[in-house]
């Protein structure tokens, strides 16, 4: 048995709620949680919870077991957690309703009665209830249609870059912060304009240095992960007639993020054109105008994945702009050699 609303356990919760929730970025921090516990239990299809695994159920003494009865405590007992002041996520929106059916439902001596089997259970049956309303289906629909513009407006940008350039050199890197970094704050906003202003500066140093020496383009999407954080998924893209070696290119560009532009010692990078044989498809490096394989897994391998859906940003960032592109230049036209024969996108891409 439990006692969600017990005097004692109150207590308990209050003495720890401070400094748990310093740790884990405060009641941000905590969204950022519910937010990733809730998405898990919907990709997990809303699972059973048994002292057994019979049927494929999750046994209560598992993590996510833990973890959803651990965030129920904690936000029905936690006064600082105003809706009005929370970012307006499904995932959030749905758990909130949640904490609330709880406190409406049940008061101190009916969930005494109530064991920890019989509370989780009804919790993921009530969001699987709530995921399906249409308030948040509405929520869902305008965030997979923002995800579809932006893979438009990426295909467009880089097909005009084929059609300008007999070869280009695309570098994919992965510009980060330390681990544990955004956890110590629980100024969102703050940090948000510090992570967008480092873009600014690395953007400025690219165009003032030899790194920027025959760029003609580059995508970026800042994104925000449950464990790492702010983090920019950057694709720069170069003349490749101009420019090779793409693995030492994506170690230069990591190492002025590093050294150059995040203070501290908190930058990281991940340089992904360094590992290309783990590809199995290629879209990064080098591709010319006739590489239509590499073409095709630039733009369904590459760009689907770095712009895709981001649960968090996308709906903590309502007014914030994520997704980055250079403008693109008129390339001077030489008259000289014969003209290029144009291949058909949508036959390759059918």
Known sequence: MIDLFSKANSNALNATNDSWLELRGGPRGYCVQVIGLVKRLKEQGWPAFSSNDEGGAVLLSSLTSNELFESIIEGVNLDRLDASRLPYNPYLLCFLSLLNEIKSRFDGQEINAISKEDLLNFSVNFLNYEFSSRKISLLRY?????YRNRLKSAYGYVDSLHNLYS?????????????????????FGKQMREVKNDWKVMHSKLRASELGEDMIGYLIKLEYGL?????????????????????????????CWVNNVVSGNDGRYYNCNRYKNRYKSLGIGSINYYEMDKRKALKS???NYMLKP??????????????????????YNSCNGRPRKKVSIKAWEA
């Open 167 to 187: 070869r280009i050199l695309c570098v994919r890197v992965d510009f980060s912060y330390r681990k544990g970094k955004f956890i110590e704050s629980d100024n």
């Open 142 to 146: 305008k965030q997979e249609k923002a």
């Open 301 to 303: 391998m590459v760009l």
């Open 227 to 255: 464990l790492k954080g702010f983090h920019y998924h950057a694709l720069i893209i170069y003349n490749g007639s101009k420019r090779q070696q793409d693995v030492v290119l994506g170690k230069m560009l990591g190492e």
């Open 310 to 331: 981001d649960d968090v940003l996308d709906f903590i960032g309502l007014n914030e702009r994520l997704f980055f592109k250079g403008v693109l230049k008129k390339k």
